[in-house]
């Protein structure tokens, strides 16, 4: 949205998907792309059957298992101990070759004149940190990058504070541009 919706005044992008085909070539070893694509391929004639749309995991750190994820962050966030019957690991193999198929980096130099706020991670298995400071590179004025010492979900957990803090600094610094002196003291909208 922030690349093709002009009525948009700040765009924060935390840990995001730049290229879902990267991504994928970088998160599946490549003795296993084959067998992945057939998954896809089965999955996709067994609806047009009228079947119901195949799943897999989401994460596992089996080898023997299909998941989307591997990596032991995302691993560890999904796993974490949550209420029966407030999430599965379970996606569909439609979703997971949808999301390979994602491909908003395309868009990145489209974003200005909106102002960008970046926030990426050192060590995110995720979403990647190379391609995040790419995408970055490419991003037109104006622009600011927010490095989070840390992995792909601790900007949503136990750096929530310094990742949400500087959301919401650039979201003031470029929300409130134009609004009356009093409003901008007080923090009101």
Known sequence: MGATDRRLRAVVSQMPTISGHEQGLRR???EVVAAL???????ERAR???EAPRTQTVVSSDPAVPASYRSQDAIDFCLQPVPDGVWENTVTVRSTRAARRYEPGIWITRVSPTPLLRVAAVNDTVTLTD???AAYERALEPKRLRVM???????????FDQASAAARAWFREHLMRGRPAADRAAGTS
Do not use: I, K, W
Request: proline content about 11%; overall charge negative; aromatic content about 14%.
């Open 149 to 159: 010492p840390s992995g792909h979900f601790d900007p949503y957990t136990s750096e």
């Open 131 to 133: 391609m995040a400071l």
């Open 28 to 30: 599946v070893a490549p």
């Open 37 to 43: 694509e057939e998954t896809f391929s089965e999955d």
């Open 48 to 50: 047009f059957r009228g």
